[in-house]
């Protein structure tokens, strides 16, 4: 069974451009979660969806970031106009199902997101 | 905030148990306790999780207190792969999110 896929595993961006990174779940979870790991810190919730749907957002920056979980397909998470301070880890993790269930959840290799 | 506090670092030689204490005094009565590592670099692996009894699996044994204040992870044979950063965390609510402290580094010594 392939576990969490994170792509690409290392991603370099210039000040001002757009990073977008996928994650696709373990086969057949339909729970995707974003955290990001500043260097030397620990990790840092981002954002929880559900097929289709943003159920928790309240770890997201207001600005510049999004991200989706379409029907079909990666989640992605989306960063326009990356500034040095978005240089950072990204990891993807994917449950089977949420609340109030307790299924762990199963983390990607991450994605470190470099700007120049 | 994290609802765990952790030692920062710990040491074990290899071959020996590795002890990982993780105190949750605030723990509400349906939250879960879930420990996960980082081995450095690599996203976090799962690692255990309970309520409130003992549980064991094929990496680990977790041990609950029975006021549910606070777990030790038990690592019954460390050995040098074994070296990351331990977390601990209590995890409920309706949305599941994980919410990381600092772990405990764990660095097992040849």
């Known amino acids: 069974n392939a576990g969490v896929m994170q792509n690409p595993r290392h991603l370099v961006r210039r000040r001002g451009q757009e990073a977008r990174l996928r994650c696709s779940p373990v086969?057949?979870?339909?729970?995707v979660y974003w955290y990001r790991q500043l260097p030397e810190e620990g990790l840092k919730f981002m954002v929880y969806l559900q097929k289709e749907n943003i159920i928790d957002e309240s770890g997201m920056p207001k600005e510049r970031f999004s991200a989706e979980f379409p029907k079909e397909g990666p989640s992605i998470l989306r960063i326009q106009q990356v500034v040095r301070g978005d240089s950072a880890a990204y990891f993807c993790?994917?449950?089977?199902?949420?609340?109030?269930?307790?299924?762990?959840?199963?983390f990607g290799d991450g994605t470190r997101l470099s700007i120049l | 905030d994290a609802k765990t506090t952790q030692p920062p670092s710990m040491d074990c030689a290899e071959g020996r148990a590795a002890n990982l204490p993780c105190n949750h005094s605030t723990i509400s009565g349906n939250e879960y306790v879930y420990w996960y590592r980082q081995i450095h670099s690599q996203g976090p692996q799962y690692i255990i999780h309970g309520l409130k009894n003992n549980e064991t699996n094929e990496m680990a044994s977790l041990i609950i207190t029975e006021d549910r204040k606070s777990s030790t992870l038990i690592l019954p044979h460390a050995t040098l792969r074994d070296t990351a950063v331990y977390y601990c965390i209590v995890q409920g609510g309706a949305t599941n999110k994980l919410i990381f402290g600092t772990g405990t580094l764990l660095a097992v010594q040849p």
């Open positions: 086969k057949g979870h339909s729970h």
């Open positions: 993790a994917s449950s089977p199902t949420g609340y109030p269930s307790n299924q762990p959840q199963h």
